[in-house]
């Protein structure tokens, strides 16, 4: 079994948040699976250090490798966001959820 964390959330209505894991059983061979797991890992730690163009860059390159990959889109989508509208200053990679 296979697991890639793909976000952390605090859901309205809560102050704790949670992480996201996919859990991963596609048909690809395992090589592929673990090149595209490894550049995820690296695109995550881009994201978590602030480095948002960077990140956004990654996520790109990833959502280039599979064309349908949801989690890509929305972390790079976010990472341009954060671009020019950062987070504050003590965001610690959660993002708040303001509706259900």
Same mark, same amino acid.
């Given at each position: 079994?296979?697991?890639?964390?793909?976000?952390?959330?605090?859901?309205?209505?809560?102050?704790?948040?949670?992480?996201?894991?996919?859990?991963?059983?596609?048909?690809?061979?395992?090589?592929?699976?673990?090149? %595209?797991?490894?550049?995820?890992?690296?695109?995550?730690?881009?994201?978590?250090?602030?480095?948002?163009?960077?990140?956004?860059?990654? %996520?790109?390159?990833?959502?280039?490798?599979?064309?349908?990959?949801?989690?890509?889109?929305?972390?790079?989508?976010?990472?341009?966001? %954060?671009?020019?509208?950062?987070?504050?200053?003590?965001?610690?990679?959660?993002?708040?959820?303001?509706?259900?």
């Amino acid at each position: 079994m296979t697991l890639r964390l793909v976000d952390r959330v605090v859901v309205k209505g809560r102050s704790v948040g949670i992480a996201i894991y996919e859990l991963l059983s596609d048909h690809r061979p395992l090589e592929e699976t673990a090149s %595209f797991l490894e550049a995820w890992a690296d695109a995550m730690k881009l994201y978590e250090l602030k480095r948002w163009a960077e990140a956004a860059t990654a %996520f790109t390159a990833l959502k280039q490798r599979r064309p349908n990959d949801g989690p890509s889109k929305l972390l790079r989508d976010r990472c341009l966001v %954060f671009a020019s509208d950062p987070p504050p200053v003590d965001w610690d990679g959660y993002t708040v959820m303001l509706e259900k």
